[in-house]
């Protein structure tokens, strides 16, 4: 069984802070690596999506990998409470993109 | 990206019967997946909606339970089977053009069996 982790949380930060998620994967044949983020109620919204190694950002967001490590990340700038939201990191397993359990951010004024 | 139209947004049903969930996308994609989503938890993939061809369904879901159809690239239904309260949960649709450019969702439909 193909498995992605993470911290579900919750993640508490204050506003203006950096938010750190972080999420492991077990598959080393994932090729695309993707967040997304939902909130309560509503389907997933995709962040960021990343292919290769080290850093790509699109605003106050940037994702990590480290496909050695099996390791992608995810840092969110001047943190806000509109942030406040479950981070779904996802990983694909041929075509097919599987979900980690999700951490819960929680931004505080 | 894609946009999915998924309906019903919501439904209650009576155990032991059927609903029946509709995708529509604005473009042709490649592939369209169903997940469901149980309450506080993640999603997980009940299968690959195949054009033309029979659902590939992952390990604990079962045709006669899930029927699937996709009779053309750009439409596809999951059908919830005699349904029980465990069946109540939030069903999401998932298309991706194949491109690795994100796969988009549905709204969900917020399904409970009573």
């Known amino acids: 069984q193909k498995e992605v982790e993470q911290n579900s949380g919750p993640l508490s930060v204050p506003e203006g802070a950096i938010a750190s998620l972080n999420c492991t994967y077990s598959?080393?044949?994932?090729?695309?690596f993707f967040w997304y983020r939902q909130y309560s109620g509503k389907s997933p919204e995709l962040i960021m999506f990343i292919y290769s190694n080290g850093d790509k950002e699109d605003g106050r967001f940037t994702a990590q990998l480290n496909k050695a490590s099996q390791y992608v990340s995810l840092l969110i700038r001047d943190s806000q409470p509109s942030d406040s939201a479950t981070y779904l990191c996802?990983?694909?397993?041929?075509?097919?993109?599987?979900f980690g359990t999700g951490t819960r951010l929680q931004v505080f004024p | 990206s894609a946009v999915i139209s998924q309906k019903p947004s919501r439904d209650i049903c009576q155990r032991g019967t059927s609903l029946t969930i509709q995708c529509q996308v604005d473009?042709?994609?490649?592939?369209m997946f169903w997940y469901r989503q149980q309450p506080g938890q993640s999603l997980t993939l009940i299968a690959t909606a195949n054009q033309g061809s029979e659902a590939t369904y992952e390990s604990g879901f079962v045709i006669d339970k899930f029927p699937i159809s996709r009779p053309n690239l750009t439409f596809s239904t999951l059908t919830v089977s005699n349904m029980s309260p465990e069946d109540s949960s939030i069903y999401l649709c998932?298309?991706?053009?194949?491109?690795?450019?994100?796969?988009?969702f549905g709204s969900g439909t917020r399904l409970t069996v009573v």
């Open positions: 996802a990983v694909t397993h041929t075509d097919k993109l599987i």
């Open positions: 998932s298309a991706a053009s194949g491109d690795n450019y994100g796969y988009t």
């Open positions: 598959d080393r044949g994932s090729q695309s």
């Open positions: 473009s042709q994609v490649t592939m």
